[in-house]
């Protein structure tokens, strides 16, 4: 079935530096993608999405880069901050489906 | 704006025991509502489709008289937990999004549902 994976399970960073977190789908028919942060015992916390018909978006000190032909999807933090220290999830959806469907998460570790 | 609160935030409860879990949209109404459910250092789990007025549509493998859900009003929606047994135990969290948008992209803090 369609399914969201992550490459990475764990990312240490030292403080400072820029983090990347990468995605990769399935569904090819996925239309809007989602990045969530999610800290212990707490719900997801919405950081940045994107539609389709773009393949780059940028907030604060985050970036997400789309790229439809391989489906992967990465997510960019700048200048990682021991509160930016969380399980990071990839989510997608299409216009058909609605709800998300969440990649398996990669816990982002940030070393002082 | 875009807030979702959920209730109880813990709870423990006996086998065999009911437990109600409520997701209330705060600032915006919701005709359509999302309930996950999350196992220790696991994604969430789409469980089901909380539709206000209407059955919720179930994910394949839920079962739906296990997790009976009420969406009685575009700010409410219930989840109850029948019958509760230990592998029930999890994180409970629920979706909304104001109407106009879709994906249901605001989140509760979550419900940590314990059976004992």
């Known amino acids: 079935g369609e399914s969201v994976g992550l490459h990475l399970p764990t990312l240490s960073v030292q403080e400072g530096d820029n983090s990347i977190i990468n995605c990769a789908y399935s569904?090819?028919?996925?239309?809007?993608f989602i990045w969530y942060k999610q800290e212990s015992g707490k719900g997801p916390q919405f950081i940045i999405d994107i539609r389709s018909n773009m393949d780059k978006r940028q907030g604060q000190r985050v970036t997400v880069l789309l790229n439809k032909t391989v489906k992967h999807l990465s997510l960019q933090i700048a200048a990682t901050q021991p509160g930016d220290s969380a399980v990071y999830f990839c989510?997608?959806?299409?216009?058909?489906?609605?709800?998300?469907?969440f990649g398996s998460g990669t816990r982002l570790q940030v070393q002082p | 704006g875009a807030v979702v609160s959920q209730h109880p935030s813990r709870v423990i409860c006996k086998s065999g025991t009911s437990v109600k879990i409520e997701c209330r949209s705060l600032?915006?109404?919701?005709?359509?509502m999302f309930w996950y459910r999350q196992f220790p250092k696991q994604s969430l789990m789409l469980m089901a489709t909380?539709?206000?007025?209407?059955?919720?549509?179930?994910e394949q493998g839920v079962e739906k008289d296990k997790f009976l859900i009420n969406h009685a009003s575009l700010t409410l929606s219930t989840l109850t937990v029948t019958s509760a047994h230990p592998e029930d135990s999890s994180f409970y969290i629920c979706s909304a999004s104001p109407q106009g948008l879709n994906y249901g992209y605001t989140f509760g803090s979550g419900t940590r549902l314990t059976v004992v």
């Open positions: 600032d915006f109404q919701a005709t359509t």
């Open positions: 909380s539709n206000e007025g209407s059955k919720a549509t179930y």
């Open positions: 989510a997608e959806s299409d216009t058909g489906r609605r709800a998300l469907t």
């Open positions: 569904n090819s028919a996925s239309d809007y």
